[in-house]
């Protein structure tokens, strides 16, 4: 899997929107960004995937650089209940499933 | 659907003691997978399984044991634990075929602590 470089922490006030972002400046043609977040003790949950074009679901937007060596997870509206270490994942869409997951980014939604 | 099922969810362990994590999934997905995950770190990939009957080492396989013989349950094994086992630990599943796309589905972990 592709390398990905995300910053360790951020803050973000409650209600406000959270902006993720993700460098993977060695992403392949064939490989998508995806994105998980592991709310304490808890096991990782998925959020969203995206291969070039934007992408929005119930949780989250992501945009994906036209050069695709860069994203960003927008939480519209965070809630205290989005605190949580969020990983940006670049891999294929097929073939080996393991995932291989970074540092993150420990997201603080504050009061 | 449950999703992603694992037991026990808290253990105690004495040094040399075996025992078996299990993890079950209702999703008729073909890939499990079990991680696991030390204080302040990543996960860690320690065998997984493309389907019955066929499993392989991840990252860090010494010390554990699984086997598939249905596509619902995927257990791991510990032989003889050690402290350095003291960890938590995540089964996961998905797809394999490409038309369902690449995303993994995890339990709630196991916790377990060799003493």
């Known amino acids: 899997d592709a390398k990905t470089t995300q910053p360790t922490s951020m803050d973000c006030a409650e209600g406000r929107a959270a902006n993720l972002p993700c460098n993977h400046s060695?992403?392949?043609?064939?490989?998508?960004v995806y994105w998980y977040r592991q709310i304490h003790s808890q096991g990782p949950q998925y959020i969203i995937h995206g291969l070039k074009n934007n992408e929005t679901n119930e949780m989250a937007s992501l945009i994906i650089t036209e050069d695709r060596k860069s994203s960003t997870l927008i939480l519209p509206h965070a809630t205290l209940r989005d605190t949580a270490v969020y990983y940006c994942i670049v891999r294929p869409h097929t073939g080996r499933r393991a995932l291989t997951f970074g540092s993150g980014t420990r997201l603080q939604v504050q009061p | 659907n449950a999703g992603v099922t694992q037991t026990p969810k808290f253990q105690v362990l004495k040094t040399g003691q075996s025992m078996t994590l299990q993890c079950a999934q209702d999703?008729?997905?073909?890939?499990m997978s079990w991680y696991r995950q030390d204080p302040g770190m990543g996960l860690r990939l320690i065998h997984y399984s493309v389907g019955a009957g066929i499993t392989d080492q991840g990252e860090v396989p010494n010390g554990y044991n699984v086997s598939r013989s249905t596509t619902e349950d995927f257990p791991l094994r510990l032989l003889s634990a050690a402290p350095s086992q003291t960890s938590v630990y995540f089964c996961?599943?998905?797809?394999?075929?490409?038309?369902?796309?690449?995303?993994?589905?995890f339990g709630e972990g196991s916790w377990l602590t060799v003493v």
């Open positions: 999703m008729n997905h073909e890939y």
């Open positions: 996961a599943s998905s797809y394999f075929s490409g038309v369902a796309g690449n995303t993994i589905y």
């Open positions: 060695t992403i392949s043609g064939n490989e998508y």
